[in-house]
């Protein structure tokens, strides 16, 4: 048996070890870099893009993050004051808005973590797209592979490289931008799917607050801010053919490619129409989805396809017909891995959960994460009309329709009727602010959410989560596992 062994179990347990010491060859490179322009003379004020240039969040982002679960209700927020760059109190980490719209949500998951620790770097090195090429790959692994991601295979697919500000005129090394220092490339010959980003997003660092836990468990997952450019730890690492569960999945992904019409548009559809954000941790992976009512979603409403082509161009370059197919569904537990994927990736069995309960009890009759119609943000029900019960006779649902249905009750959470939703703007409304924003938030002034309208005074105030959702139920945050479990 030793003889017929290809060296995964082994490799298997090196992933489990802690992954290193940082690079000595790049680990001051950035520091250096970063304070060239400084030592030289050179005022990098003049210099905006890449640099923090404060904050413009407002109530409404906030409310939107609780509203559609991507921040859970042990965790408090802050919205910056005046301050240019980042100015945390004791016990507050500083997140971004833009990255919660491309995937990312609270508490970090386990993976995200790691990425991050690995390569030792912070949130605001990371530039918008970035985080949407992780909950891309991500979605990959789980959803079409059925395993859980890891960072030596992400290291095999992706180089990372340093931004630079980009002036002739100033001396060598150029400094370092401040934010978004941390760009994501393919690797040269990389087999791995192409997800364009979007070029828009050069506005996501004027989107950072503060958060903090409300409680002793950690519902964040992410270390406090340092400021600064990255050290580049780890930036060179690439396992290489030394990997035997990376070169499984590359063979694995040829065969798909050859025998199946899988897309990177696939990809993104297997995350947004299922609803899930997958640098947030949760239940179980994106292959053992059971419904709509399962704990993973972040809202029990679906979508139907031009909801999932609205959703999925806010945050990529795609030409996704509105009429779309899948080339390529991914993995439920109605359809889970084939006994061949499990007997490649015997890893795939370690990660099932012993049991599945199933504890959503709620229901969501207005979508709580909208879309969002060019630069006006709205907050309220999707484009098109709420899909019908989740069954093989609905041929709209872009949630898989093969899927178990998870029956279950609900609690109602009544709502007065002062406190109702309010009728929805008319269209062409700009919100209460009168501002059309630059970057693409999917946030809105009150409209059918039953959020009420900012004032001056919600700005400056730390945020309790909101105790109504919809005016119908409350959510129960049973997708959210604390740290440790």
Known sequence: MAQESDGLEEELARMDEEFG??????????????????????????????????SDVKQAEIDWLYRSRRIPEEVFC?????????????????????????????????????????????????????????SSYVAFMEGFVGLLPTV??????????????????????????????CILTPRQGST???????????????????????????????????????????????????????????????ELNENTDISSDDIVRAFVSRRVLPLQRRAHKISQMGGRRDPTRITTFGLCKSDVVLKAKQICKTEMPVNWKWGLQPFSRKRPPSSQALRRFPRILAEVPVSFEPKRLFRDDVDPDPYV????????STHSRRPGSFSAQNPTNAYDTHDNVVVLEFQLARTPSAERAPKRQKKGSTGPTGRKRKHDISVASGSASGMRPETNQDAERATPPPQQMFGTVRCRQSSILPSGR
């Open 21 to 54: 010491a940082p690079d000595e060859e790049t680990g001051g490179r950035g520091q250096e870099a970063s304070s060239s322009g400084q030592a030289s003379g050179v005022n990098l004020t003049a210099y905006t893009r890449g640099a923090w240039k404060g």
């Open 78 to 134: 802050r919205i910056p004051g005046k301050e240019l760059e980042p100015a945390p109190e004791p016990g507050e980490i500083v997140v971004f808005a833009a990255h919660f719209e491309r995937g990312f949500g609270l508490p970090a998951s386990d993976f995200f973590r790691r990425f991050l620790d690995f390569y030792e770097l912070q949130p605001h090195h990371l530039p918008g797209n970035a985080i949407f090429y992780l």
């Open 152 to 181: 030596d295979t992400f290291a095999c697919f992706y180089n990372l490289r340093i931004k630079l500000i980009q002036d002739k005129k100033l001396p060598l090394p150029r400094p370092i931008v401040q934010c978004g220092a």
């Open 192 to 254: 791995f799917y192409k997800f364009p980003g979007l070029e828009s997003c050069r506005a996501w660092q004027q989107t950072f607050f503060y958060v903090r836990n409300s409680g002793a468990a950690d519902f964040i997952n992410l270390l406090a801010y340092a400021p600064g450019a990255p050290s580049r730890a780890n930036w060179k690492f690439n396992p290489k053919e030394g990997h035997v569960e990376t070169n499984r999945i590359v063979r694995f992904m040829k």
């Open 373 to 380: 119609i060019g630069n006006v943000h709205k907050m309220g």
